[in-house]
């Protein structure tokens, strides 16, 4: 059976305006070594001051009252890891992480735990729980040392695959409409700032198709106010090269690509 437990060390955000973010406690930290706190793991960086917090800090600064921030969720679905939930919570504090909630969960019913969380973007290292989240209608990326390590102090996301971003003739999947709405939140929160000294930078890559795809992907995200610092038109050349370059904390992918 799921349970919740609020961190009473950080300010809880805003239920209504809050952007939820949950985070596999397996990506935020790293193996058992039988220290007090666990090790860092690969979705640390991303949990750290350089990303997600940098963002809600900046936003602060701009309006003390904002509450278009993001709101960390810690999930954790390994049996081990649930039984040591104080230690979990203790290295959460020890690095200082700005995590809102603990969600301890099982694997069978992980899923419930995100939509009772009205969770906006699910993170996992595991393919298989990111399928699982995705076929539910939650917007889920995968985690790995490319798109977690980025060391670059601002927010770095990648809007990848023209089905995510272009409309489509039929309805929508659910998972496509998570990722459009999400991708508005994060617009929103980029008019917040200047064009330069931005903690937050949104980059459009189009896979397919050649300019013309790549203009309409750019006209149907500023419709839903989101303008991109960059933009990258593939036309079917392989992603790798670009994706070592750019080192995107966030990559969402359309889950039919």
Not at 153 to 170: F, K, M, N, Y
Not at 215 to 237: F, T
Request: proline share 4%.
């Amino acid at each position: 059976m799921a349970s919740t437990v609020q961190n009473t060390d950080v300010k809880q955000k805003d239920a209504d305006g809050a952007v939820v973010v949950a985070v596999t406690s397996r990506a935020a930290f790293g193996a058992d070594d039988g220290d007090e706190v666990y090790g860092v793991g690969v979705a640390f960086t991303l949990l750290q001051v350089k990303a997600l917090q940098r963002v809600n800090e900046r936003l602060l600064e701009e309006n003390p009252a904002e509450s278009l921030l993001f709101d960390v969720v810690l999930i954790t679905t390994d049996s081990h890891q649930q039984q040591q939930s104080a230690r979990i919570i203790s290295s959460t504090r020890h690095y200082g992480l700005d995590v809102s909630r603990f969600c301890f969960s099982s694997e069978e019913d992980f899923i419930e735990s995100l939509l009772k969380n009205n969770v906006q973007l699910f993170l996992s290292p595991d393919g298989n729980e990111v399928s699982q989240a995705s076929q539910r209608g939650v917007l889920s990326a995968l985690l790995n040392q490319l798109t977690a390590s980025s060391p670059s102090e601002q927010l770095r996301v990648l809007l990848c695959g023209d089905a995510v971003i272009l409309p489509d003739t039929s309805p929508a999947p659910a998972s496509r409409q998570a990722a459009q709405r999400f991708s508005a939140q994060l617009g929103a929160m980029r008019r917040r700032f200047s064009v330069f000294d931005s903690p937050l930078s949104i980059v459009l890559m189009t896979s397919h198709g050649g300019r013309e795809s790549c203009g309409r992907a750019l006209q149907e995200l500023r419709s839903r106010g989101v303008s991109v610092d960059e933009a990258y038109c593939l036309a079917g050349a392989p992603r790798g090269p670009i994706l070592s370059l750019l080192q995107p904390h966030l990559l969402l992918i359309d889950v039919e690509e």
